[in-house]
T-cell receptor, first 111, second 113 residues
């Protein structure tokens, strides 16, 4: 069964810290791995997409890596800010035209 | 380029009623997927349409149905609403599905009383 897990479920850090969010998937035959951000009651905002042939992607203060052999992806956020507070979701895409989502990491960055 | 739009944004319905939600994808995108998000189950896949054809369906009862029009706009319908159908319904569009990047709309918040 294809499953995606995210650890930790919640994280609270002071402003300025660098942090890592983890995503694990059981089936390594993924097409891609996508990271999203969701603010309370809102839709999902795509942050980074890593294709199966790639090892990492970067956008501003965000860097996402992908290790298919170990079934893991990490999202690195540098110099966190209060505006980064949100729930972060990873989702794996396989050959079924659907995304399998993790349960998310709720991040709070306090001033 | 305009993003994915969903209407209505909020709905309150009574048990037993039916509801139709609409999703307009990003211009040029031909794949539309629907997801249900609840606190207990997280994000679950409902179905995916491409060129007016349903290509994939999640594990939901037949009360949940959808369709896609020739302009790629999609609707989903839920009949005989139950309290457990209360959720945020999200649609996502992509160029052709599969490994393409998915872009999500703001969602429709459905409350069933």
């Amino acid at each position: 069964k294809q499953e995606v897990t995210q650890i930790p479920a919640a994280l609270s850090v002071p402003e300025g810290e660098n942090l890592v969010l983890n995503c694990s998937f059981t089936d390594s035959a993924i097409y891609n791995l996508q990271w999203f951000r969701q603010d309370p009651g809102k839709g999902l905002t795509s942050l980074l997409l890593i294709q199966s042939s790639q090892r990492e992607q970067t956008s501003g203060r965000l860097n996402a890596s992908l290790d298919k052999s170990s079934g893991r992806s990490t999202l690195y956020i540098a110099a966190s800010q209060p505006g980064d507070s949100a729930t972060y979701l990873c989702a794996a895409s396989y050959n079924t035209d659907k995304l399998i989502f993790g349960t998310g990491t709720r991040l709070q960055v306090f001033p | 380029k305009a993003g994915v739009t969903q209407t209505p944004r909020y709905l309150i319905k009574t048990r037993g009623q039916q509801v139709t939600l609409s999703c307009s994808p990003i211009s040029g995108h031909r794949s539309v997927s629907w997801y249900q998000q609840t606190p207990g189950q997280g994000l679950q896949f409902l179905f995916e349409y491409f060129s007016e054809t349903q290509r994939n369906k999640g594990n939901f009862p037949g009360r949940f149905s959808g369709r896609q029009f020739s302009n790629s706009r999609s609707e989903m319908n839920v009949s005989t609403l139950e309290l457990g159908d209360s959720a945020l319904y999200l649609c996502a569009s992509s160029l052709a599905g599969g490994a393409d990047e998915q872009y999500f709309g703001p969602g429709t918040r459905l409350t069933v009383t």
